[in-house]
């Protein structure tokens, strides 16, 4: 069935360094793949997204990566500061059902 | 603020009862989308709503079932409580099914 993993599951990094989160889809007609950061108790808001069509995006220090031959997707964070600490969450879908299946989180720590 | 809310914010009810979960999507948009988080769990997707119509069922169980008024609202039923049940439920809307998708703040349920 569909499925997306997410490693890791936890990440701290110092602040200024780089966070990489990496996911892998099991269904090959996924499409597009955001990605969403969830503070404490709060909803998850879309930071990031891509679609089939590109290999990468940019968005000032986040980044996002799609390799559609591996079927995997991954979230670049650089020069991370203490408020990029979140649980973030990757989810791929597809044409036709539009839902998102997520990944399992990586809780990102960044260390002062 | 993603312009979706719900209501109530938190909801303490006992097991067996009924409760009902409403959501208002962003002015525009046709699709809602319902999600439940169970503690330190990822996002598990419940079901979705077009326009008025089902359109995607996820993992929801027999005894949770939900509708989409001509108004766009949407409500989501929960009976027959468990105390597995309790959790954070969002929901989100998109102005398409192929577009992103927008958290409300989220309703958490505590079945005691």
Redesign the interface.
């Known amino acids: 069935g569909e499925n997306v993993e997410q490693h890791p599951s936890t990440l701290s990094v110092q602040e200024g360094d780089s966070a990489v989160i990496k996911c892998t889809y099991s269904d090959s007609a996924s499409n597009?793949f955001?990605w969403?950061k969830q503070e404490l108790g709060?909803?998850?808001?879309?930071i990031i997204?891509i679609r089939s069509n590109v290999g990468e995006k940019k968005d000032q220090r986040i980044a996002v990566t799609l390799n559609k031959t591996a079927k995997h997707f991954s979230l670049h964070i650089t020069e991370t500061q203490p408020e990029d600490s979140a649980v973030y969450?990757c989810?791929a879908?597809r044409?036709g059902?539009?839902?998102?299946?997520?990944?399992?989180?990586t809780r990102l720590k960044v260390l002062a | 603020d993603s312009g979706v809310t719900q209501t109530p914010k938190h909801l303490i009810t006992a097991t067996g009862q009924r409760v009902t979960l409403r959501c208002s999507p962003r002015s525009g948009d046709l699709s809602v989308y319902w999600y439940q988080q169970s503690l330190d769990q990822g996002l598990q997707f419940l079901i979705q709503y077009y326009n008025g119509e089902e359109r995607a069922k996820g993992n929801i169980l027999e005894r949770f079932s939900a509708q989409q008024f001509p108004d766009l609202h949407s409500e989501l039923n929960l009976s027959s409580l468990e105390l597995g049940d309790s959790a954070l439920y969002f929901c989100a809307s998109s102005f398409r099914q192929d577009w992103e998708q927008y958290f409300g703040p989220g309703t958490r349920l505590t079945v005691t």
């Open positions: 597009y955001p969403y709060k909803r998850p808001q879309l997204d969450f989810a879908s044409p059902t539009y839902k998102y299946i997520f990944g399992t989180g």
